[in-house]
Nanobody
Framework: VQLQASGGGLVQAGGSLGLSCAVS????????MAWFRQAPGKEREFVAS????????YYAESVKGRFTISRDNAKNTVYLHVNSLKPEDTAIYYC?????????????????WGQGTLVTVSS
């Protein structure tokens, strides 16, 4: 399984970005997908996840109401729309795949990872 994240960039506080993660190699529609992020000098943290049945999503408290995770199984792609960005959202954002389909907030349950895309929010 290969994951390719894209869509990061430099944005001012209050702005928006759309991140994408294209998945290849296996049956994408059965996987739970997630986004994690890692800020400079900090540990990787859970952002959001979505189960194979697209109506089931989970969010970290810090991003609820601002970020939206979605997926298009026909395109083997998961998205993260990030709105009302804050400087503390600056991080490398990683997409990850969980073949079990549970979509937990524990990074150890995701065996497949993309290379990350950098989001920088200026104040």
């Amino acid at each position: 399984v290969q994951l390719q994240a894209s869509g990061g960039g430099l944005v001012q506080a209050g702005g928006s970005l759309g991140l994408s993660c294209a998945v290849s190699g296996r049956t994408f529609s059965n996987y739970a997908m997630a986004w994690f992020r890692q800020a400079p000098g900090k540990e990787r943290e859970f952002v959001a996840s979505i189960r194979w049945s697209v109506i089931v999503t989970y969010y970290a408290e810090s991003v609820k109401g601002r970020f939206t995770i979605s997926r298009d199984n026909a395109k083997n792609t998961v998205y993260l729309h990030v709105n009302s960005l804050k400087p503390e959202d600056t991080a490398i954002y990683y997409c990850a795949a969980d073949p079990s389909g549970w979509g937990k907030d524990d990074s150890a349950t995701y065996p497949y990872w993309g290379q990350g895309t950098l989001v920088t929010v200026s104040s």
